[in-house]
């Protein structure tokens, strides 16, 4: 157990050892094992988008044992998906990957303007798969925030008292936000302190622009000089927004581009203190060599092995 | 045991041995039994669409017993159908087919452009009527999806965990999607993926159509060229968005026509990779000793046996 | 036990012997038992319609035990009520009567074009109060449809694990449907269908008229030449509607009018394979002789002793 | 145990003997203890119309022991109010008088057409504060009717389980009724009939108007010529719809006006065979001494000491 | 134990020890221990405005252990936050502060004329996390205010059952009200109120205008001529209106503002027999020592050691 490891844990004092030891087993799991960074592959989009616009750049992809494979190879930290897809496959990489079930998903048949998942998946399911971790999805800005808010609330209490950890994917989206203000500072930092004021252990968010959404917050931001000019800048501030470091913060893949735009990100959210990468369609959507090799970079930029 | 069963098992390494018995009493059972096909006989219509339209072309099939009398005689490797149906013959016929509750249901006395069957059956009823599977219908693209989602979790994780199969009817339906959309491509091969997230071990599509109904995934199609112009195409895609092939997937019987035309379809199930069919009003509409041969030659087009 | 109702018994051979007893109970108790045929007293017009419009044409109905009295003195198979008038006679009556326990009920002081009653009794009540079976309303054509339907499912499931039969008022009503369609002929034999497929033992239903509702039905009704002119005929195509005989439909009192309008319809039912009467107004809304004497005559043409 | 106790509880025949020890407290309670009458003090109006609403014009009332002394010194039979102003008292005047805990409770801060109480308390609540009986509102009329007849139906399950009597406001209102209707005479005995078939024990209602509201319900009442004109008619038509005297029905306070008219209106009530009042603000509002005067005269008119 | 104590934990007379002593553990703690006066520290703006607007002031209080100290070194009587918050430092302080889990948050980036919290804790994280009390927020005047009370009502049974005390913040709010009317002081009161007759062992309202909001109030506060010109008056007002005095009321910090304001405002609640404050942003958002000088003069105010 690395010094760094250690003081992560002693964040979360107040868990049972089960929360502990699942935490623990994805902060040493992989590449970058002990080091207190992570980077998780996480495959929902063949129910978030479809399976064509998810697997046909990329074939191999199709089948459930693909990512598994994937994620154990190029040393990812954790592998998260929905029930079938850890249905096909747990057994048969048991013991190989700490997994997260993620227990709600959406799907583009049927769109909203205050978009809520369903649930598809629970602690039980999580585990008899041997996970280590519940994922949920919320939508801080959407008018269904509190079923989705409750209904974390409980699957959390049920996920810790099972010594299960808690990762949520905290997204703004809704009538209650512009599309713009989505990945706003204020939005996401915002975000970030919902997810850790409801429990979560480790919180995912998109990178944030340097948009202000909201009146009031702009205000604030303005008066305290916040400094929100550069990625690292707002990484930092989403880091001091989820309990001043004390919370696992990583963050999404972004926008599809170029390998060195998308490596640029991720020395932005390093240098702003950054946990780590969840990165899917950029890892699964090439061919497995090229996505080894581009997943291996990422690791070395958190393992400080690159600049 | 045949080594193609065993394969086929072993796609649900994760299943707990009750399960992995009860998929295969179906894969085993009947004509078809140990060649991985399966031919399931529906019988849910006098619920769906009234007593009259469904059983007046061939009176004997207001009686219960017929219908499994039929699926028996025609050596299909399951007969499935709501709990009123089951109730009047479980006991009669114990131990001669396998049987599958279909648990939600809806009639068209009332009708709604966003539909949600109602819960008609449970697990507990599943399993005192002797049955290997429970049967769910869900409609992606319908407003009420999310209900329908989480109460097929619920049921799912319970039927589960005492032994039984899951087969799910994944029909695209709703105010998402227009009338022609309901058996586009893109669509049912994204009906076939959600419920395969959702932890079905056989789900049910209706035969696509070569239209692509969404804006963001026929983009892909043509990308990627994807070749969607035969149904032996279609299908073939279908089985690949179920997990590459790792589910049991079924189609519906299709449009009423010639019985060459539904033949011809069945080839293209077959040819495509597909597992079989579920064909009820094409069965039992009839005759009883037309539906006999019409059922005997499908099985004979899926066994190999006749071209 | 005679073979008639033996034979009735054997419809129901994958019940327990909780629910075969109290089905024999029902089918063997006054002037009718054992012959298969059933005249069952209800008396929830107090609640559906108000006191006064239910008891002030014979005030001796407002006295809970007159119509135990009634329904022992006349010789009916089994008295159902709502909870508030069981409570107030079972004890007094104990083993006197089958009863059965109507678990909802709706009022006519708030009206609304989709009605669901109101959930009023329990599985626990109808125990603890000695009936033989529960009672439910189903409203096909409401758009709260589901709600009811799932509620009958659930109340049902616990009604048979605890031996009770279940005896379902199937009456079409709401947005889906004309007036006149409420008892078109296509309609009321949907309704039977739809309680059979819930798993009722017992379905009571209107007596249908002529009329052909739904355009799709139309089309089979004529195409397929099913009688209905009579309403021997009608009857006949509902009972088969119901698991072609195998489950017990009895008819309700219907429209109020001369007694020999009535003493035909009730042989109307009988000429078509009816199982029996449920009549309420027409009995406890006369003075007791008369409706001894009423009952007595509907019972003698049941039983064959009239024509 | 007097005679006329002894009868009004074998009206309850079917109940158990916590129930009928509890309706035997209540009645056996107080100065009009074994005469069969009840006089009820209820203090609810804290909740429903706000605190200076309630208790200013007579301010000993902000605290919730003045009530409890109040109930004990003018010789209620029982006392009732919501959970705080029990919770505030039950232990300091334990044993000194029946309670009745009122489960749901609404407050004018906002309203609507169709008004439904919030559930306030519980039956496990009611147990520990040493309660006899369980109180609860209902609104027929209101859209809202089925939530609360469910619920009550659920609360009084549980609390006739306990031993506890069950005490129903019954109250019409809503957008079903006109404001005139909700005191109309038809429209008042049809809530006490609902009350009565809910399984109430105890009922309360307000002294009828001899307005008729309902157009199908009048004509039954004028060709039945149901004398409607002295309150005292219209009490007995109330209790005769109450299952014909076998419930304990009694009457709100009615609307405040000299003491004369109060006594004239309890006369109506004895007159017309009612059980009893329930009386709040014309007692609480008053000055100590005035209201045990007031309570005093009440009950001796009850008691048949004063004309 | 102190007389003063003594007499308040008297009020509370039917609750169990374990209620009493955890009321005894806050109302003995810190710099007002045994005086019956109480200063709470509230922390949950981080959920309700976002963490910029409540942290960037002072960026300290970005970390949730700045916090406990700054409660525990301000000598609060107990510290009152979120679960996030608490769970992040229930471990690292425990025993040195009472605290409060607040089980139900909000945020403004979905707002909504009729306001309703998500529950965001149970009563087993409270005890889990060691605390001595549940906080809950209630809308009175909102639509959703039923769901509130009911919400309340359960967690309040159940936390009581389990020996924690229950802290109501009621906060009138929604579409039944005005702007102004949410301090008005007929309205507060009555919030008191509602609080009090949920079961609330202590009651926390914001200070009061002179305001009167609603007609039928408005008549009887000019008739009965309630003084409510000074803050002092309302205050006293209020306290009667919370069970004459037998519930703990608290009031917010109140407006920003001058400190001499401040410290005015708790002068007139002290003079007018309040509780004490709960005093948020007034406190965390100066730096820390200013923040522990301005606490321990609003301290003296209350425990008199400065007029």
């Not at 050892?17 to 623990?24: K, M, W």
């Not at 997260?100 to 998946?121: F, H, Q």
């Amino acid at each position: 157990m690395t010094e760094r490891v250690r003081e992560i844990l002693s964040w979360y004092a107040g868990s049972n050892p089960g929360v502990l030891s699942n935490l623990a087993r994805m902060l040493n799991h992989g590449a970058l094992g002990g080091t207190g960074k992570m980077v998780i592959l996480p495959v929902d989009q063949g129910f978030e988008h479809g399976p064509a616009r998810s697997f046909a750049p990329n074939p191999a992809g199709y089948d459930p044992h693909y990512h598994f494979k994937l994620a154990i190879e190029a040393g990812c930290n954790a592998y998260a998906a929905p029930l079938g897809f850890l249905e096909a496959g747990a057994a048969d990489f048991a013991g190989e990957i700490p997994l997260i079930l993620k227990l709600n998903n959406s799907d583009v048949l049927y769109e909203t303007p205050d978009p809520c998942s369903a649930i598809t998946g629970s602690v039980g399911d999580a585990l008899r798969l041997g996970c280590a971790a519940i994922g949920y999805t919320i939508y801080p800005g959407s008018a269904m925030r509190n079923e989705m808010y409750e209904n974390l609330r409980e699957l959390s209490e049920e996920a810790k008292a099972a010594g299960l950890a808690v990762v949520v994917w905290s997204y703004p989206r809704g009538s209650g936000i512009s599309k713009d203000g989505e990945t706003a500072i204020d939005v996401v930092a915002y975000a970030a302190q919902i997810a850790a004021q409801l429990g979560a252990h480790v919180i995912k968010v998109k990178p944030p622009t340097a948009v202000l959404e909201q009146k009031e917050a702009k205000k604030v931001y303005e008066a305290q000089k916040i400094p929100v000019e550069t990625l690292a800048d707002r990484v930092r501030h989403v880091v001091q927004s989820s309990f001043n470091g004390r919370r696992i913060v990583i963050f999404s893949g972004g926008a599809k581009g170029s390998d060195e735009k998308v490596f640029d990100e991720v020395r932005g959210i390093r240098d702003g203190g950054g946990f780590g990468s969840i990165i899917g369609r950029n890892s699964f959507q090439r061919p497995r060599e090229e996505a080894l090799k581009f997943l291996d970079t990422v690791m070395k930029i958190y393992g400080g092995k690159i600049k």
